[in-house]
C-alpha cells in the first residue's frame, strides 16, 4: 500500500515550458487534491476533485489545469510555466470532502521555473 | 475571513522534555482539526485529529487538547525525541469542507 505517489520528485522547467505533474493513490479514496507550499505561505489549495469525474478551483487556481483521469489519478498541468510557480506541490487524497475526513498527502514535487 | 495562526514559528525542547505546539484559529463553526508533521523534504505527514465535540484526543506520546471557547489547538508530544524534530501544522476543516493550514511551527530537539 503506497498511499499516495508523486511523479516526478524534482523538475527544472523554462519560462514558457509546459509540463504534467502526475499523482496516483491506492486506498480508494473519492477526493483529490493539489496544493503548493511556498515559504511563510503555509499550503494553498490549487484544485480538488471530489469525485471522479468532477474538478474544482481552489484558492490559487491561475496558470493550472487539472484532469482526474479515473479514481486513482488526477494530474496538475503547467501550460506556460512561469518563475512565479517554483514551488513545491503536493498531491493529497481522502475517502470524502467536507465530510471531516483525514487528507493524506504525497511526497512533493519540486518545482523550478527559471 | 477564516485564518489559522501558531504562536510560535520555532521550538527548541531538549530531548526527553515534553513539547507543547501551539494554535489558534477564527472560524468558531469549524468542526474538525488536524494535526500534520512534516519532514525535510517529505510531505505532510497526518498525526492526529479533533472533532469539536470533543476537547481532548490522546495518541501515542501525542495528545491535542481543544479549546472552543478561546479558539486554541494544542498539540503536546510526550517525552520528545530527535525524530520529532519536524515542522508542525495545524489545519481546520469550514464548512465548505476547505482545509485551511497554519503556517507551521518548526521543533528542533537538542540531545
Known amino acids: 500500500n503506497a498511499g499516495v505517489t508523486q511523479t516526478p520528485k524534482f523538475q527544472v522547467l523554462k519560462t514558457g515550458q509546459s509540463m504534467t505533474l502526475q499523482c496516483a493513490q491506492d486506498?480508494?479514496?473519492?477526493?483529490m487534491y493539489w496544493y503548493r507550499q511556498d515559504p511563510g505561505m503555509g499550503l494553498r489549495l490549487i484544485y480538488y476533485s471530489a469525485s471522479e469525474g468532477t474538478t474544482d478551483k481552489g484558492e490559487v487556481p491561475n496558470g493550472y489545469n487539472v484532469s482526474r483521469l479515473n479514481k486513482r489519478e488526477f494530474s496538475l498541468r503547467l501550460e506556460s510555466a512561469a518563475p512565479s510557480q517554483t514551488s513545491v506541490y503536493f498531491c493529497?487524497?481522502?475517502?470524502?470532502?467536507?465530510?471531516?475526513?483525514?487528507?493524506?498527502f504525497g511526497p512533493g514535487t519540486r518545482l523550478l521555473v527559471l | 475571513g477564516e485564518s489559522v495562526g501558531l504562536h510560535l514559528p520555532t521550538l527548541s525542547v531538549q530531548e526527553g522534555d515534553n513539547s507543547i505546539i501551539n494554535c489558534a484559529y477564527s472560524?468558531?463553526?469549524?468542526?474538525?482539526f488536524i494535526w500534520y508533521k512534516q519532514e525535510s523534504g517529505k510531505g505532510p505527514q497526518f498525526i492526529i485529529d479533533i472533532r469539536s465535540n470533543m476537547d481532548k484526543r490522546q495518541g501515542q506520546r501525542v495528545t491535542v487538547l481543544l479549546n472552543k471557547t478561546v479558539k486554541h489547538l494544542s498539540l503536546q508530544i510526550a517525552a520528545t525525541q530527535p525524530g520529532d524534530s519536524a515542522v508542525y501544522f495545524c489545519a481546520l476543516e469550514n464548512q465548505g469542507g476547505k482545509l485551511i493550514f497554519g503556517q507551521g511551527t518548526e521543533l528542533s530537539v537538542k540531545p
Open positions: 472560524n468558531s463553526a469549524s468542526d474538525y
Open positions: 486506498m480508494n479514496h473519492n477526493s
Open positions: 493529497a487524497s481522502s475517502e470524502a470532502r467536507g465530510q471531516e475526513e483525514t487528507q493524506y
